[in-house]
């Protein structure tokens, strides 16, 4: 039986962390007297070394954002940092971090944690040099966006290799069968989660949507520095800056925040306080989904590999899809986003036979996507409203569309909805650079 759940907690409290030669990390928490800790395993191999200052320099940020997994079971307003305190900056951050990281935990479970206080010593930075001698490390999901990342950046052929985090003992075969593709090496983490959250049910904690992203930052910018990766190239769309409508912790409901700017920003800033010489930044930022599509059409070899459903993904190995559902947001995003450039014949093998575009009654879903009123946006991984309504326009016009009624059904929704205000973006739009990036001079993708 489940435990009532749990008022929030009182004071949650950052202990210690400890990084070993072999590359262990381990990162212990407190809430109101209740420990939980953390391990991250790293695949050491050859060349590799976590002893320098600079790993524990990485270690260090790895514990700071690790940490949210467990503050949430119980939510208290105080946060204490940890023993050698905290800049300015990372104070601030760290209640960002919460604040909008949390903000769709919150919605959905009614805890408004916006009164979080951190307390802390203060802490003056003293950032380690890496010692950099290989090419980028590319977090890898086996989706769309990271292998067009892994495609376009030449880097990776200079010592470059991929990175995959598992919080399971058994691998996820999309991101094995596309990293195989790929031929690059695979550093690799395993997240030992404290066996605690993953009853939080049972134990009546308070459970909820964490920004995992912005721990798997933390954790392949470590990996990199131990393995000397000059930096760490994400997959992050520009579209994943867009927020919902929804508010909770007095901040807009972002699912993809840690996917956006404003943490690529601020994450930036706070590495800068402890490690040098490795840069992070997203190569996908200044880009829009559609753009990714386009250049996803063209890799062929992975159109049966990679899988974006996240039923694919659950932490129960016992419990993953074989295959795509067809039916969830992310599934019909995919197939929106590539229908403009895909045959619906090679979509339908994609998605195995169950290509959601041909399924009529998925049309809430899809008017979800394209800014329905009345409908929030999903909280999903899905683009913005603008590019689906584009993808749409852009997808009917296809003479291989002709017998999609589902399409033809959102194409005079989307007119419908720009008559009332909801701009179509522009092609050229879409497929060109727009808004503020960090990518560096020598990244011209």
């Known amino acids: 039986m489940s435990a009532e759940p749990k008022q929030r907690g009182q004071v949650f409290s950052y202990e210690r962390f400890e990084l070993t030669a072999d590359g262990e990390l381990t990162c212990t928490y407190s809430l109101d007297g209740e420990t939980f800790a953390e391990r991250f395993v ?12 600079a790993a524990h320099g990485a270690a260090r940020v790895v514990f700071l954002l690790a940490g949210i997994s467990y503050y949430k079971t119980g939510a208290p307003p105080l946060v204490v940092g940890p023993a050698d ?12 971090f919460h604040l909008h990281g949390l903000a769709e935990f919150s ?46 950046t030449p880097a ?3 010592g470059g ?34 066996p605690k959250v993953l009853e939080s049910k049972a134990r009546g904690y308070l459970n909820g949507h964490v920004p995992v992203t912005g721990v798997l930052s933390a954790t392949a910018v470590l990996c990199a520095v131990a393995h000397g990766h000059d930096r760490v190239v994400m997959s992050n769309e520009h579209s994943a800056s867009e927020p919902t409508g929804l508010v ?49 059409a063209e890799l062929t ?25 067809g039916r969830c947001d992310k599934c019909c995003f995919i197939d929106l986003i590539l229908s403009p450039y895909l045959p619906p014949a090679e979509l339908d093998a994609i998605f195995r036979g169950s290509e959601p575009l041909r399924d009529e009654s998925l049309a809430p879903v899809f008017e979800s996507l394209l800014g329905e009123p009345g409908l929030d946006k999903p909280l999903e991984c899905v683009g913005d409203e ?56 020598d990244d011209t993708r």
């Open 156 to 158: 990776t052929r200079d």
């Open 42 to 53: 790293f695949e050491a191999g050859e060349g590799a070394d976590f002893t320098t200052p």
């Open 301 to 325: 070899d992975y159109h049966l590999a990679f899988r974006s459903c996240n039923k694919a993904f659950f932490v129960d190995a016992g419990a993953r899809h074989a295959t795509w559902c």
């Open 85 to 96: 305190g905290l800049s300015p900056r990372e104070a601030d951050f760290l209640r960002d």
């Open 107 to 152: 919605y959905r479970t009614g805890v408004d944690i916006s009164d979080l206080r951190i307390d802390s010593t203060p802490r003056t930075p003293a950032p380690a040099a890496a010692d950099v001698r290989r090419g980028p490390l590319v977090p890898f999901g086996g989706g769309i966006d990271s292998i067009v990342v892994v495609d376009g």
């Open 386 to 441: 603008g590019e689906c309504r584009t993808a749409v326009r852009l997808a009917v016009t296809r003479p291989d569309r002709a017998g999609t009624p589902l399409l033809v059904r959102l194409a005079e929704r989307v007119a419908t909805l720009e008559q009332a205000g909801k701009p179509v973006p522009t092609t050229d739009a879409l497929l060109h650079r727009q808004g503020p990036h960090f990518l560096p001079a």
């Open 248 to 296: 909770a912790n007095g901040v807009p409901v972002n699912h993809q925040w840690s996917k956006g700017l404003d943490f690529e920003r601020a994450f930036r800033e706070v590495l800068a306080e402890n490690v040098t010489g490795v840069d992070y930044y997203s190569a996908l930022r200044p880009y829009s989904e559609l753009w990714v599509a386009e250049r996803f």
């Open 161 to 194: 290799a991929l990175f995959v985090a598992n919080t399971s003992d058994v691998p996820f075969e999309p991101i094995e069968d596309s990293a195989a593709i790929t031929g690059l090496p695979v550093r690799r983490v395993r997240r030992h989660l404290d």
